[in-house]
C-alpha cells in the first residue's frame, strides 16, 4: 500500500506562485503515475494534473494549463505541483493519488480512488 503525504500549501496573493509536494512511502510509488486533485468548499473534487510513472507523460485540466508544472523526483519519492500566476478560483484543498497511468486518472471519479490523505491548503487572496 502506497502512503502519500502532501505538503507546501499556503496563503498567497493572485499572481503569486506555490509548489507543492507529494512524498510517498512504499517502493511501489514509483510504479505508479500520480495525480494531483483539488477540492473548493462546496465543489466536487476535481482532477488537475497527472504525471506518469517515468515522468515522461504529463496531464493538465484545461484552467491550469500554462501556469501549473507537475514533476516527480524518483530518488527522493516525491511529486511536485508548481504552481505559479495563482487565481482565486486556484483556492482549494489539494490531495495527490496514484493510479495506472496518466490518462486514467484523468477520468477517475475521486470515488474510484478509494482512500486519500488529509491534503493540503492553498488559499488565493484576491
Known amino acids: 500500500q502506497v502512503q502519500l503525504v502532501e505538503s507546501g500549501g499556503g496563503l498567497v496573493q493572485a499572481g503569486g506562485s506555490l509548489t507543492l509536494s507529494c512524498a510517498a512511502s512504499?517502493?511501489?510509488?514509483?510504479?505508479?503515475?500520480v495525480g494531483w486533485f483539488r477540492q473548493a468548499p462546496g465543489k466536487e473534487r476535481e482532477f488537475v494534473a497527472a504525471?506518469?510513472?517515468?515522468?515522461?507523460?504529463?496531464c493538465y485540466r484545461d484552467s491550469v494549463k500554462g501556469r501549473f508544472t507537475i514533476s516527480r523526483d524518483k530518488a527522493k519519492k516525491t511529486v511536485y505541483l508548481q504552481m505559479i500566476s495563482l487565481k482565486p478560483e486556484d483556492t482549494a484543498v489539494y490531495y495527490c493519488?496514484?493510479?495506472?497511468?496518466?490518462?486514467?486518472?484523468?477520468?477517475?471519479?475521486?470515488?474510484?480512488?478509494?482512500?486519500w490523505g488529509q491534503g493540503t491548503q492553498v488559499t488565493v487572496s484576491s
Open positions: 504525471i506518469s510513472s517515468s515522468g515522461g507523460t504529463t
Open positions: 512504499g517502493r511501489t510509488f514509483n510504479n505508479y503515475a
Open positions: 493519488n496514484v493510479g495506472p497511468r496518466t490518462d486514467t486518472i484523468a477520468t477517475m471519479k475521486p470515488i474510484d480512488f478509494g482512500s
